[in-house]
């Protein structure tokens, strides 16, 4: 069997390479708050990841990087069991990453609305006056942010945009993230979840532009029970705001490193992903574990 190595770690993910066309990458339970990755991991939320992206690569109707999550087809991994990959790994195709955060917004909330109170910037220069927290958008925004390998992520404008990977290649990627949001948001709709806002990666693989990375997921997505969705005040969410939440109440100035997150914290989030799994897929978590793990 082929020895994969270690090419690189992101805030949550551990990359190898398998051979010239391919890699395997591995979805770890360590969680980020504001781009600084936390000292304590949330059980099984790689799982989620992983099992949450491959439900909406099989959805999705746009090329994307996945090959296998069947650990029989993945080389050995030092460090790592096929116990311990099973359900957490894929096999992916290479990909040349387009450096931009692809950000789709349909609710002014989080960052954007921040941004909104302090008088405006890239991501709510078009909006109109007088909205509302959580207000539903007149239509979804693209918002694309650079993508940084330390500390905060930075949102440019649409100029800054296209000058970074070239008006053809931005108009692309603005078309291709406004469809996948509005798919994923109609999908959400039916399993009465309202998706507020999401990100999105792409890579160029023998020069066709592919989805990469993890899609419409809790870290990379807000997703909010649609019964509780009220314009003006908070709304909760399935997803990492519930352990942003508990480390602003620290008075955390979200430079590194960050305060620990309390055990009642770390049980809460694991909760919140696995159900958000479940009311997504319609599938329970437990029954996701034993069929990677028959695999």
């Known amino acids: 069997m082929t020895l994969a190595h270690h ?17 395997l990458i591995v979805a770890t339970d360590r969680i980020s708050a504001y781009d600084v990755v936390l000292a304590d991991p949330v059980p099984d939320k790689g799982r989620v990841l992983t099992g949450l992206s491959v439900h909406w690569f099989d959805l999705l109707d746009t090329p994307d990087h996945l090959l296998s999550t069947d650990v ?6 030092a460090g790592w069991d096929r116990e311990a990959l099973a359900g957490r790994a894929m096999l992916v195709r290479r990909a040349e990453v387009v450096p931009l955060e692809c950000v789709v917004r349909g609710y002014l909330y989080g960052s954007a609305w921040r941004e909104y109170t302090a008088g ?16 539903r958008l007149p239509y979804p925004v693209f918002t694309p942010a650079t993508k940084a390998q330390e500390g905060h992520d930075e949102n440019v404008t649409e100029s800054q945009a296209r000058q970074l990977v070239g008006d053809d290649v ?21 399993r009465e979840f309202i998706l507020a806002d999401t990100k999105f990666e792409f890579g160029m693989a023998e020069g ?8 419409l997921t809790p870290d990379s997505s807000r997703y909010w029970p649609a019964g509780e969705w009220r314009p ?3 709304v909760p969410s399935y997803d990492k705001q519930f352990v942003r939440d508990a480390l602003d109440a620290q008075g955390w100035d979200h430079s590194p490193p960050a305060p620990p997150l309390s055990t009642e914290t770390i049980t809460m989030t694991a909760e919140l992903y696995r159900s958000c799994f479940e009311l997504l897929t319609g599938g329970t978590f437990v029954d ?7 695999q």
Not at 7 to 23: H, M, P, W, Y
């Open 288 to 294: 996701y574990l034993a069929a990677v793990r028959q």
């Open 208 to 215: 066709e532009l592919i989805l990469i990375d993890e899609v």
């Open 232 to 234: 003006g005040s908070p």
């Open 170 to 190: 931005y108009e692309e990627l603005r078309r291709r993230s406004i469809e996948l949001y509005l798919a994923g948001a109609a999908y959400a709709e039916e």
């Open 120 to 135: 405006g910037g890239p991501t709510t220069a078009d909006l109109p006056v007088g909205m509302a927290m959580a207000d």
């Open 7 to 23: 090419l690189d770690s992101g805030k949550v993910r551990e990359i190898f390479a398998v051979d010239e066309e391919t890699l």
């Open 72 to 77: 029989a087809d993945m080389p050995d991994v």
